[in-house]
Nanobody, 118 residues
């Protein structure tokens, strides 16, 4: 599956931003979809994930209550709604796919930059 992330930008602390990831190439609903981020000088970290049906979501403690993940299997898209953004949310955000029956995210998008100014 090919993944294309979009929606990043420069915002102020407290603002909201919605990232979107479009998938193509294979059956989208066969994949657990996730969002990760990598800040300068730091390792890539997990942000959120959503199961194939969209029935279960997971979020990192650092974003709980602020970020939400959703997917539309009919449109082959997954979104990350980010509210109450903080400067520490500044990072390149990547969407990723994990095929059903596997344990690792094997498919990655190109990343979209999110910068939150204080």
């Amino acid at each position: 599956v090919q993944l294309q992330a979009s929606g990043g930008g420069l915002v102020q602390a407290g603002d909201s931003l919605r990232l979107s990831c479009a998938a193509s190439g294979r059956t989208f609903s066969d994949y657990v979809m996730g969002w990760f981020r990598q800040a300068p000088g730091k390792e890539r970290e997990f942000v959120a994930a959503i199961t194939w049906s969209g029935g279960t979501t997971y979020r990192a403690d650092s974003v709980k209550g602020r970020f939400s993940i959703s997917r539309d299997n009919a449109k082959n898209t997954v979104a990350l709604q980010m509210n109450s953004l903080k400067p520490e949310d500044t990072a390149v955000y990547y969407c990723a796919g994990k095929e059903r029956g596997t344990t690792a995210y094997g498919y990655w998008g190109q990343g979209t930059q999110v910068t939150v100014s204080s």
